[in-house]
């Protein structure tokens, strides 16, 4: 495509690359990347021009470029946009322009850096800025970044690559831009739905309020009060902070980055490959090397890469594995694990070569004849370490996958590397399970075995189908690829999925399956064993199939050693929780006024729940299940003694019957009690009124006592009653004020924490009822019973809370002070307002997943008015005491959100909940 380049003089190429990127900058449709990459080929082919060389001509020509660009749109962008403005008003209003320019000015300079590698985008970031006035400062640093950058990743991709490169850089760029058109296209809709739904007279209030030669003006205020150097020297400052402070918190990962780049630059292996110079055999390790009497080579050959990809995948790995381990352990700790484990990963691997080598063993003889070069050991002594510090159960799950991935290639592939991979994690595994053997035995949890299991059946799955595909040559033999057979190994990968799904999940059916698998690979690993006793030989063909059948072997003896953790049926009914400890609602009934509980305890009274009874059937858990979770309501009604065994019980049996445990709107006590690594997060609050003392004066009490005064000029009265007892009149009325409220939901009436008239029908439930003289009922409130033990109620929790459309406004603050002050005179200790769901205070320290709570909270809003039913309860100047939900870690997050949904929403369509979800941001 570019053959004419080869006739051009060297020093002209480097100027033509820099003018073509630096027209196609400015805006002119001009092949700028295709050129670099032509350039780049020659320079590999040996036409005398180094290849960083082109790569520093090209950033310097976009820079130079997107400037220019950026000057013009700053001198000529300004009337354009008033052209628009005059010609197209509806599309180009000064509203819209302006903040199109705020925009610009908060991310800007992502645009300016990423646009570089986007088609067709470069094109147009330098004027854009410009026009936009963005402060010329900011746009130079994310405008050199850029160009470097995109500069040197082409040069890199070319140099490595060759001629695949172009191919491979164009294709990303048109996804890029696929990509950001889609972006673009979301972010249009959003912004003309949000814009549709502004008041009208506002946007035409501030249409007029503007004169277009006002444009943009906070802009170039920002550009006039820091001019020139300012600008660039605050924006350098800014970019450099965090390499500064990474560098300060990192010392030994920084300086090790630093000289493992320097080494790569001085020796060129940076851009080519460290195989095909002259000095490689004099700084690589190997026995070759050794036997050379070259001892320094295990130190030199740490400190290079073999190529460009290795150096920019090194790096990577050093600055996130090195950067963490640093943060948390220090640079001593650090250079400590990373010089040991590279250490023992290239001297090991030579000794293992050198002894083996003796045997006669082919691949190990082919080993001993190969040099090698890398830090990757250190890295993987890092990484190793960084596993076994992590808390369950991550530390199982990435500690597996660490295993399986090196002990894998060691089997099937075995070059040095993965051999200088294997034996760090090894041994820092093999010290792990010696002090965990110490400390708790080998013994495993039913969680623990599925996720063994698991992944040694993905493990295998993925080695067969790098053998059907890929030719290898490893330590088990060669295997040839076998293309042809793709349809029978995409048949393999899928039952390997689904029974590994099945092992996860516990099911007995999958566990058969996989164990049937096994036995069938334990017949195949005897015929092959007759056919070596019988020919005395191992054929070439039959190598893979010995080593997977071999495998499988550890594979069946874990599976049967392990039986019991996989119980669970396929049909959910077969899977009960409770068992022969199941209890009935008489029974929780009983129980409950005997042991006392929670402020929420008395909802484990309503439909739906189950119920786990301890082993004294003295105690029990309420519970519910949905989309495979089983939700633990409220704290357990047991005695205090027995409260921990009961959490665990619970926790055991669900993972047995193939349930997600969790406890929802516990208090302190169960996070106390829950099994070790379990997590929590806050998800309501209790808003509790102390009664005794309890009385109406001073100022924070003033709507409260305005809302009573106005209620007896009104002629409302409070009746404390049951609504079992009262007559039809009444119950008709809280039936339709209630229903007129859930109407205007377009949504069924809430469950799980949120009761309704049919829980109020209870006869333990109090009612409070707001009535005027005719007879109408303005407003109602329930109250749940809160047992102290011993059958004594010491505190009353408020449910139900309607009013009626139309009737006395401040009833519900009347309602609640006048049941509250009832109560007070009956005796009890306190009256708890319940928690709204995801609201809160915010006097604890919110956490990441606090705030998406939160987020949840602010869409559910419009609907249910969580935040504002909480603000409402501030009036009676609660305190405040937390409520959790429980759960075992972040991975049961997303189903135990489905199951709440369903929980909370047990009779709603999707239908339903997705046409509310539209409607709750109107």
């Known amino acids: 495509m570019f053959d004419w380049l080869i006739a051009v003089p060297p020093l002209l190429v480097v100027l033509l690359v820099a003018s073509v990127v630096t027209l196609e900058s400015l805006g002119l449709p001009l092949p700028g990347e295709s050129v670099l990459i032509a350039a780049v080929l020659m320079s590999i082919a040996g036409t005398g021009v180094d290849p960083w060389l082109l790569g520093a001509a090209a950033a310097a020509g976009a820079i130079i470029g997107d400037s220019i660009g950026y000057y013009i749109g700053k001198r000529w962008g300004s009337r354009l946009l008033r052209y628009l403005s005059q010609r197209f008003p509806k599309y180009f209003s000064v509203t819209r322009i302006n903040a199109a320019a705020g925009l610009m000015q908060k991310w800007g300079a992502y645009a300016v850096f990423f646009g570089r590698f986007v088609a067709i985008l470069r094109v147009f970031a330098g004027p854009l800025a410009g026009t936009m006035a963005m402060p010329y400062g900011r746009f130079l640093l994310a405008n050199a970044l850029g160009g470097i950058a995109w500069a040197a990743a082409v040069t890199s991709i070319t140099a490595a690559l060759g001629k695949s490169a172009l191919a491979i850089i164009h294709a990303s760029g048109w996804a890029a831009l696929a990509i950001g058109g889609v972006l673009i296209l979301v972010i249009a809709t959003v912004v003309i739905y949000r814009a549709r739904r502004r008041p009208v007279d506002a946007a035409a209030g501030s249409e007029t309020e503007q004169e277009l030669d006002l444009l943009i003006p906070a802009a170039q205020d920002a550009q006039a009060s820091a001019p020139g150097g300012d600008a660039v020297r605050d924006a350098l400052a800014a970019a450099l902070k965090p390499i500064v402070a990474f560098g300060r918190r990192a010392p030994f990962t920084s300086l090790l980055v630093i000289v493992i780049l320097a080494v790569g630059i001085v020796s060129g292996a940076m851009w080519h490959l460290a195989r095909e110079q002259a000095w490689f055999s004099n700084i690589a390790f190997g026995l070759p090397s050794i036997e050379a009497g070259l001892w320094w080579t295990p130190l030199t050959g740490s400190l290079i890469g073999a190529g460009t990809w290795h150096y920019a995948i090194i790096i990577v790995q050093l600055l996130i594995v090195g950067g963490v381990f640093e943060f948390r352990f220090g640079w001593k700790r650090t250079a400590l694990v990373f010089v040991a484990g590279q250490a023992l990963a290239v001297l090991g691997t030579l000794a293992i070569v050198a002894v083996l080598a003796r045997t006669g063993w082919e691949w190990a003889q082919r080993l001993a004849g190969d040099l090698d070069v890398g830090a990757s050991g250190g890295l993987y002594a890092l990484a190793a370490g960084l596993v076994w510090v992590l808390r369950p159960p991550w530390r199982l799950r990435l500690g597996l996958t660490l295993g399986a991935l090196v002990s894998l290639r060691l089997l099937y592939v075995g070059d040095l590397a993965d051999i200088e991979h294997f034996l760090p994690v090894a041994v820092i595994f093999t010290i792990y399970a010696v002090q965990r053997h110490r400390e708790t035995g080998f013994a495993t949890s039913t969680r623990e075995d599925r996720l063994i299991a698991f992944t040694a059946l993905i493990g295998l799955g993925a080695a067969q189908v790098v053998a059907a595909l890929f030719s290898l040559d490893g330590p088990l033999g060669t295997s040839t690829a076998e293309t042809e057979t793709w349809i029978g190994v995409a048949l393999d990968v899928v039952v390997i999925l689904l029974v590994a799904n099945g092992i996860r999940r516990g099911q007995r059916f999958a566990w058969i399956v996989a164990l049937a698998l096994g036995i069938f690979n334990l017949l195949e690993l005897l015929v092959i ?26 594979v069946v003896a874990f599976l049967i050693v392990a039986r019991r953790s996989f119980g669970v049926r396929l049909r959910p009914s077969k899977n009960s929780i409770s068992g022969e400890r199941s209890g009935t609602l008489e029974e929780a009934r009983e129980i409950l006024p005997r042991v006392g509980g929670s402020s929420v305890s008395w909802m484990t009274m309503w439909p739906r729940n189950n119920y786990l009874l301890n082993a004294e059937k003295s105690g029990y858990v309420a519970y519910q299940e949905y989309s495979g979770v089983a939700l633990a309501l409220g704290d357990p009604v047991v005695p205090a003694d027995d409260l921990k065994q009961l959490v665990h019980d619970f926790a055991s049996r669900a993972e047995l019957a193939g349930q997600t445990p969790a406890f929802f709107s516990a208090t302190k006590a169960t996070v106390d009690a829950a099994p070790k690594g379990w997590l929590r997060v806050q998800v309501a609050e209790d808003t509790i009124i102390d009664l005794p003392g309890l009385e109406l004066k001073g100022k924070p009490w003033q709507p409260v006592r305005s809302a009573v005064n106005r209620a007896e000029r009104e002629g409302i009265r409070f009746k404390m009653t049951t609504l079992a007892e009262e007559p039809w009149a009444v119950l008709a009325q809280v039936r339709a004020i209630s229903e007129d409220w859930v109407g205007d939901k377009g949504l069924p009436e809430m469950g799980f924490t949120l ?119 501030m009036k009676f100047n609660p305190r405040f005491e937390p409520m959790y939900l429980l759960y075992r870690d972040e991975a049961d997050l997303p189903r135990i959100g489905l199951g709440l949904t369903r929980a909370y929403l047990p009779t709603a369509t999707t239908g339903q909940i997705i046409r509310a979800g539209l409607s709750g941001g109107k």
């Open 529 to 554: 064993g007759v056919l070596v006793f019988v020919t005395g030989s191992l054929d070439d063909g039959l190598t893979m199939n010995f080593a997977g059948s071999l495998l499988w072997v550890l």
């Open 755 to 873: 009761g309704g008239v049919d829980e109020a029908l209870d006869p333990a439930v109090r009612l409070g009822l707001a009535i005027d003289d005719d007879g109408s009922v303005h407003g109602v409130t329930s109250w749940l019973p809160v047992y102290s033990g011993n059958g004594e109620i010491r505190g009353w929790t408020l449910d139900l809370m309607r009013r009626r459309d139309g009737g006395f406004k401040a009833v519900m603050e009347f309602l609640i002070i006048s049941s509250a002050l009832a109560f007070r005179d009956e005796g009890a200790a306190f009256a708890s307002l319940s928690g709204a769901p995801l609201a809160g205070s915010g006097e604890e320290e919110a956490t990441a997943l606090d705030q998406v709570l939160g987020r949840v909270s602010e869409l559910l809003e419009p609907l249910y008015g969580f935040s504002s039913l909480h603000n409402f309860k």
